[in-house]
């Protein structure tokens, strides 16, 4: 059975850092593009971050960019999103998705949720202030 699952969520001061985990099980992980998203309280879930299935190309979104990095491990099914210099507006439940289209994935397709396949929980990030 496919699952993805985040976890590293927790309650971190502004200027902090957060790393967050997704593993994944029940699929051929480095097929997939992988990507996280957001979704803060009374908003849309948005497109944070996505990674290729070699992780060789990578995109964020400009309200992280300079401040958010991610990775990947095919060998233990893991991507991390690391969160540095985190602002009370990171607020929100933090998604990875996987998606079974991953060619091109990270140029443009991975702001939209509908290009991804699998979605995991979430886990939650506060910004304490």
């Known amino acids: 059975q496919l699952q993805l699952t985040e976890s590293g969520g927790g309650l971190v001061q502004p200027g902090g850092s957060l790393r967050l985990s997704c593993a994944a099980s029940?699929?051929?992980?480095?097929?997939?593009?992988i990507g996280w998203f957001r979704q803060a309280p009374g908003k849309e879930r948005e497109a944070v971050s996505c990674?290729?299935?070699?992780?060789?190309?990578?995109n964020f979104a400009d309200s992280v960019k300079g401040r958010f990095t991610i990775s990947r491990d095919n060998a233990k099914n893991l991507v991390y999103l690391q969160m540095n210099s985190l602002k009370p507006e990171d607020t929100a439940v933090y998604y990875c998705?996987?998606?079974?289209?991953?060619?091109?994935?990270?140029?443009?397709?991975?702001?939209?949720?509908?290009?991804?396949?699998?979605w995991g929980q979430g886990t939650q990030v506060t910004g304490s202030s």
């Open positions: 998705a996987a998606s079974k289209a991953p060619l091109g994935l990270c140029r443009g397709g991975w702001v939209r949720l509908g290009s991804f396949d699998y």
């Open positions: 029940g699929f051929t992980f480095d097929y997939y593009g």
């Open positions: 990674i290729s299935t070699t992780g060789d190309m990578t």
